[in-house]
């Protein structure tokens, strides 16, 4: 019998911040200053059950120095200089490690997975730290010729990345079912062998070039034009530890060289838009533009591999070893898993337009807007095991895999890529009312409708998006992913108003303001998935999909949907084995998003220019409960486990996403 444990956790956060910046100003021609920021901050991020959860640490200082030299009354000159340096870190729970049940003598407890429950144990890959510097050289050079504003500059950043990810040293250890789990009947043990070196020292460049042209042609027309060139460095290792499985079909790794073929130096991205004053009057205006914008490849898109690729990080698995765990046995078993990146790297680029039409409506000092905006992303990077079978073609031009259908390249296991080719769709329109400060009140309202569509939303797993499938369904038909972005959101809505109440009197009376932030969204996708290997591809690194009942609708939930039952599993149906399902990624979606926060300001000069500011803040002032996506798998909704047994918990929702009324009192004193 199964049974469902509710409780209450601590859950830790702490957070020092502080800034601090000066202006000079050191002639009539030259003024610079100086900004620092400290931030250090210690949270229990609870990723798995709560009872494990993970230390995440982060320590950044920024320093921004700027001067700016004018030269004349049209021309000015801007140099800047930036120095970031932060030092993330994720960590298991020092003050209980949970040793006495690990399953390597001398470490903590890793994980372990039993489909249809939460996952015990601290994320697999802690513990992991990293340590970024950031250098930072920019200069901006502007001047007025005629109908002219020119501007041009240069960029050049350079980074430093030292790391430790040692994902898998703890050992994860998995069962296919409830049932098998209560036999002690395992799926698999995963563990990075003893001697694997995790740590790695990257250094890269970036420089980026610009010129743009404001040009007005005749009094109610300007133009923009403008040519930026970016490119980066192929990246180097301190000690040359680069490896890479530069293409499938390769026996091993290649070590040394470059990660990826770097075509960056060819990234021109041209910019056009236009401002048309339509009658002259200022009232009416129309904006437009066009413009490429590319994405370098650099430490966020590649960071993955780089830490987890043989020779240097060999990792493997025991398939149904036997209880208790004996991690030597790891270092006889099969092929070993590996990650790459893509080698013949093609240049990753969005295109992005807009349209949009402005109104003074000429009354209530209102102004109106609408407008069109779209995108679309080319070579985009996403995930997933490469390393699968090489399907039967049946008769009527579908896929089968036999049972005991082999990897394409027996001479490794996983082999988890950052691969190339997807794309992204975005087209939007939005709305809004913006009522400047007149009678004390001021308010603005925004709407947009949003559709984003993609077959993948991110190359670093669920790193980026917590409700999206980490991995691609088909590497080799990256179709079969195409639907709702991760991030699609079909409705925003954000409503802010401020009222200053017309008390007079003395200064004690004076100065209260009220104030209202409201903001709707609409419920984010979410995939259902089988996990495991149902396919039977050989890889269960890339989540499987169920098929979609004919006619059946899974919003119809009989009773009417409710955080126990969000959607109706009954829709879905486990496919032949040796098949990939029909159902659609991304084809559920969760509840929408409701929040209304207030605030109310009493602001009291005191003397000698100082200003005293209190503040109450309150906090979902209507106390209600956002709800979670139904997710009791990383990659999505579970609807069965790989032996086609359906999962008891299939559509219950577990979370909420905001917490409960709160609220704040701040004092702040300006001088």
Request: proline share 5%.
């Amino acid at each position: 019998m199964r049974r469902q444990t509710r409780g209450v956790f601590a859950r830790d956060s702490t957070q020092n911040f502080a800034m601090g910046r000066l202006d000079h100003l050191i002639s009539d021609h030259d003024s610079a200053f100086i900004r620092y920021v400290f931030d250090d901050s210690v949270l229990d991020d609870q990723v798995n059950y709560p009872a494990f959860p993970n230390i995440v640490r982060n320590k950044k200082h920024v320093l921004t120095l700027e001067e700016r030299h004018l030269f004349s009354a049209s021309t000015l000159n801007e140099f800047r200089f930036g120095f970031n340096r932060s030092k993330p870190s994720e960590d298991i729970n020092p003050l209980d490690p949970h040793t006495e049940i690990a399953f390597v003598t001398g470490k903590a407890f890793g994980e372990l997975n039993v489909t249809g429950l939460t996952d015990l144990g601290t994320d697999r890959t802690n513990p992991k730290s990293f340590f970024s510097d950031v250098y930072q050289f920019t200069d901006n050079f502007s001047f007025i010729k005629g109908r002219h504003a020119l501007k041009t500059g240069f960029n050049f950043e350079h980074f430093k990345y030292d790391g430790n990810s040692e994902t898998r040293t703890r050992g994860r250890l998995r069962f296919r079912t409830l049932s098998d789990f209560l036999k002690g009947t395992t799926r698999d043990f995963e563990l990075a062998k003893p001697g694997s070196d995790f740590q790695r020292d990257y250094r890269q460049d970036l420089v980026g070039l610009y010129v743009q042209d404001d040009m007005r042609v005749g009094s109610r027309l300007t133009i923009n034009a403008g040519l930026r060139w970016e490119f980066v460095t192929s990246p180097t290792e301190k000690n040359g530890k680069v490896s890479n499985l530069r293409h499938l079909t390769d026996s091993s790794v290649t070590v040394g060289g470059d990660l990826f073929k770097n075509r960056t130096k060819k990234d021109i991205a041209p910019r056009l838009g236009f401002v048309w004053d339509v009658a002259g009057d200022g009232k009416t205006a129309i904006r437009g533009g066009y413009g490429l914008f590319y994405d370098p490849p650099l430490f966020f898109e590649w960071r993955n591999p780089i830490f987890r690729s043989l020779p240097f990080v060999d990792r493997a698995r025991v398939v149904r070893p036997t209880l208790p765990i004996d991690p030597t046995k790891v270092a006889v078993s099969g092929p070993s898993d590996t990650e790459s990146f893509q080698y013949d790297l093609d240049p990753i680029y969005v295109a992005q337009y807009n349209l949009n039409i402005q109104r003074d409506l000429g009354f209530w000092d209102t102004v109106a807007s609408v407008g069109y905006v779209g995108s679309h992303g080319y070579h985009l990077l996403g995930q997933g095991d490469a390393n699968i079978a090489v399907p039967q073609i049946r008769a009527d031009g579908s896929q089968f895999f036999p049972a005991g259908s082999v990897r394409r390249n027996p001479n490794f296991g996983v082999v988890r890529s950052i691969m190339q080719g997807f794309e992204s769709d975005y087209r939007g329109v939005q709305l809004s009312v913006i009522k400047r400060r007149t009678a004390n009140l001021q308010y603005q309202l925004s709407y947009t409708y949003g559709k984003t569509m993609d077959n993948r939303s991110g190359s670093s797993g669920r790193q980026e998006y917590a409700n999206g499938q980490a991995r691609t369904f088909d590497p080799y038909d990256f179709n079969k992913d195409w639907g709702r972005a991760d991030y699609d959101v079909r409705h925003n809505f954000i409503a802010n108003a401020s009222y200053e109440l017309p008390f007079k009197g003395n200064r004690w009376r004076e100065g209260w303001q009220v104030s209202m932030v409201g903001t709707y969204a609409g419920g984010v996708p979410f995939s259902p998935i089988i996990p495991g290997d149902p396919d039977r591809d050989g890889s269960d690194d890339n989540a499987a999909r169920p098929n979609v009942v004919p006619g059946c609708n899974p919003k119809k939930v009989p009773g009417g949907r409710n955080a126990n039952m969000w959607f109706n599993p009954q829709c879905f149906s486990f496919p032949e084995l040796g098949t990939r399902g029909n159902a659609k990624r991304n084809s559920l979606e969760g509840p929408d998003f409701r929040v209304v926060d207030m605030s109310l300001v009493k602001q009291t000069p005191l003397t000698n220019g100082v200003l005293a500011q209190v503040r109450v803040e309150v906090f979902n002032i209507f106390n209600r409960a956002n709800f979670n996506i139904p997710a009791n798998n990383a990659d999505g909704e579970a609807i069965f486990d790989d032996q086609g047994n359906r999962l008891a918990d299939a559509g219950k929702i577990f979370s909420t996403v905001t917490d409960g009324r709160s609220w704040q009192l701040a004092l702040r004193l300006v001088f």
